[in-house]
């Protein structure tokens, strides 16, 4: 596992400072980078989320171009993502960034906790974009 794999990038409002968009890029695990049969191939965005009023600003697509950079500058040749299915305006947005879809997965197993906090466990499509 390298720790150093690991991005966190936060988006921020020019004007006030408030926190509008983050999402997580991983490439720890070495065994799973480029493996899509992996249970998380990597790298892997992560997290992406956007503030209600300002999502369809760019944001998410400025988050996803930060990803990428940062996985091309680890040499990887490409990047995945996992979305729940039924996600419609998710899909179309990694669509339109170039994602492909892999097919679907159900998600790992979890802790019943775990289940709960994030409202149960939901098939999740994998997708995937090679890196330029």
């Given at each position: ?54 999502r369809r600003r ?70 995937k974009k090679s890196?330029?």
């Amino acid at each position: 596992w390298d720790w150093c794999r690991h991005q966190q990038l936060v988006a921020e409002d020019v004007l006030t400072g408030r926190v509008v968009g983050f999402a997580e890029l991983w490439a720890e695990n070495a065994a799973a980078c480029g493996v899509s049969e992996a249970t998380t191939p990597q790298p892997v965005v992560f997290n992406l989320c956007v503030a209600s009023d300002f999502r369809r600003r760019g944001v998410a697509l400025h988050l996803l171009s930060e990803c990428e950079a940062i996985a091309a500058a680890w040499g990887e040749p490409g990047m995945y993502l996992k979305v729940e299915v039924g996600n419609e305006g998710a899909i179309q947005l990694y669509e339109r960034y170039g994602f492909e879809s892999l097919g679907t997965r159900e998600p790992a197993e979890m802790e019943a906790w775990m289940a709960r906090w994030k409202g149960g466990r939901r098939p999740l499509q994998l997708m995937k974009k090679s890196v330029v």
